[in-house]
């Protein structure tokens, strides 16, 4: 899958409902910029690294596109922005997470 996350010029997940949307963060690790969901989990982990759409209007999802596509500044924001968003979610953070979970129950 990075093959093709590198070679993309974006990554579009128009989903509408995900658990936790893994492949958003698997996009930005490759320097890949994101378009996703503004719904469901993604705008939690995407955070402001991804253009966030409304999955079911087919015109602000094909501007942007059309903007990433047409726009290098545009695309760079995203891209560092994605680089930067994927280092909070390591498994050793959510290792971390965890664990104080199972501690605050003793």
Same mark, same amino acid.
Request: net charge negative; aromatic share 10%.
């Given at each position: 899958?990075?093959?093709?996350?590198?070679?993309?010029?974006?990554?579009?997940?128009?989903?509408?409902?995900?658990?936790?949307?893994?492949?958003?963060?698997?996009?930005?690790?490759?320097?890949?910029?994101?378009?996703?969901?503004?719904?469901?989990?993604?705008?939690?982990?995407?955070?402001?690294?991804?253009?966030?759409?409304?999955?079911?209007?087919?015109?602000?999802? $094909?501007? /942007?596109?059309?903007? *990433?596509?047409?726009? =290098? !500044?545009?695309?760079?924001?995203?891209?560092?922005?994605?680089?930067?968003?994927?280092?909070?979610?390591?498994?050793? $953070?959510? /290792?971390?997470?965890? *664990?104080?979970?199972? =501690? !605050?129950?003793?």
């Amino acid at each position: 899958m990075a093959l093709m996350y590198c070679a993309s010029s974006l990554f579009l997940y128009p989903s509408l409902r995900e658990s936790f949307g893994l492949p958003i963060l698997e996009a930005m690790a490759c320097g890949t910029p994101v378009i996703t969901s503004n719904t469901s989990c993604m705008p939690e982990i995407a955070g402001d690294a991804a253009k966030q759409i409304d999955p079911l209007n087919y015109y602000e999802m $094909a501007e /942007a596109i059309k903007g *990433l596509l047409q726009s =290098n !500044s545009c695309r760079n924001v995203y891209v560092e922005k994605g680089l930067e968003r994927v280092k909070k979610f390591t498994w050793t $953070a959510s /290792a971390e997470t965890l *664990l104080n979970i199972y =501690n !605050s129950f003793q």
